[in-house]
């Protein structure tokens, strides 16, 4: 027969029964404010990180833009470097980059030897200043070029201000065209600025110069220097649209190569990264044998330590000696 509780001792433990759901629910109370007080804290050091990482870069772009005016070039060249690889985003940072290239390499104005000597042209003033003005609504920029320098050559003071105008339009837009189409990099580069002297060259014309002289920089590192080649690539590849030519196999194919450098050096995970970006650029299938070998190699890198095998003992295990079977002798 089973023991009768007393109507005492079922009032006690009626009285324990919800106390047993205080312990797990304040301990789970507690261990949830942990969990939002750590996340709100990472929240707070996330905010303040990105907030000094902004006011760096923006003291660095000021800096830049003084050393710009200055025509320290080599310097500004160095703080927007920095300012990309720290915010690859921030505005402007990639044509004022381009700016102090520009600087470090300006192009020096120098006449071109024509292979014959062009005829002379002896129409008169006026009628030279119609064809060149015919020529320039036909888009012959060409033409109008040597239209304009035939007719300052008879009478340079001739409706200067229009003929200026005319020159500036013909050498922006032949630059333009010969950086997007022609792909003469150089030769777009000396037509612009040439024009810049005339007047100040529009934003449009400001890219496709910033565009050209990235493109060249990154260019002149490729083979020499993978890691620099592999960051002014980035910068070409993510901001000038208009530079196509062989900019993405020559980005993907320097990041391979960075890769390759950093795996020999001890870095896999940093190649893995760069490995990677190539792989998204363009997928190239016999790269991805190399890059596996670099993902497994971080990979065993990171991995953590094995831990022991456990060691069976009697002892540890605490089982029991067999029976007839006695203690076993050392």
């Known amino acids: 027969m089973p023991p009768v509780l007393s109507e005492e001792d079922s009032s006690s433990r009626s009285s324990w029964r919800p106390l047993l759901w205080v312990l797990p629910i304040t301990l789970l109370l507690l261990g949830f404010a942990a969990a939002v007080g750590y996340w709100v804290g990472r929240s707070e050091r996330d905010q303040a990180e990105q907030k000094q ?61 024509p292979s014959v000597a062009p005829t002379p042209n002896l129409a008169p003033v006026l009628e030279i200043f119609d064809q060149a003005q015919g020529a320039f609504k036909q888009g012959d920029w060409e033409a109008t070029i040597a239209h304009l320098l035939a007719l300052r050559s008879k009478d340079s003071a001739f409706r200067a201000v229009e003929v200026d105008g005319l ?26 600025s040439l024009a810049e002297s005339f007047a100040p060259l529009d934003q449009d014309a400001n890219n496709w110069r910033s565009w050209a002289q990235l493109y060249l920089t990154a260019n002149s590192f490729y083979g020499l220097n993978w890691e620099r080649a592999a960051f002014y690539f980035e910068v070409v590849y993510s901001v000038a649209p208009g530079i196509r030519n062989d900019v993405a196999w020559k980005y993907a194919q320097a990041k391979s190569m960075y890769a390759m450098l950093l795996a020999n050096s001890g870095d896999p995970c940093a190649a893995e990264e760069q490995m990677d970006v190539s792989l998204e650029v363009i997928l190239n299938e016999d790269l991805v044998p190399t890059a596996t070998a670099v993902r497994n190699a971080c990979r065993t890198a990171t991995a953590p330590p094995p831990a ?11 089982a029991a000696t067999p029976a007839g079977t006695g203690t076993p002798e050392a």
């Open 53 to 113: 990482l902004t006011s760096v870069v923006q003291d660095q772009f000021a800096r830049g833009l003084v050393d710009l005016e200055e025509a320290r070039y080599d310097i500004a060249r160095q703080r927007f470097e920095y300012i990309i690889r720290l915010d690859p985003s921030f505005p402007e940072a990639p044509e004022r980059l381009a700016e102090a290239l520009l600087g470090l390499n300006e192009p020096l104005p120098r006449a071109t030897t």
């Open 167 to 192: 020159m500036y339009g013909a050498l922006r837009n032949r630059g333009i065209r010969r950086i997007s189409q022609d792909k003469l990099l150089e030769e777009g580069i000396y037509d612009l």
């Open 308 to 318: 022991p095998p456990p060691t069976a003992t009697l002892e540890a295990t605490g």
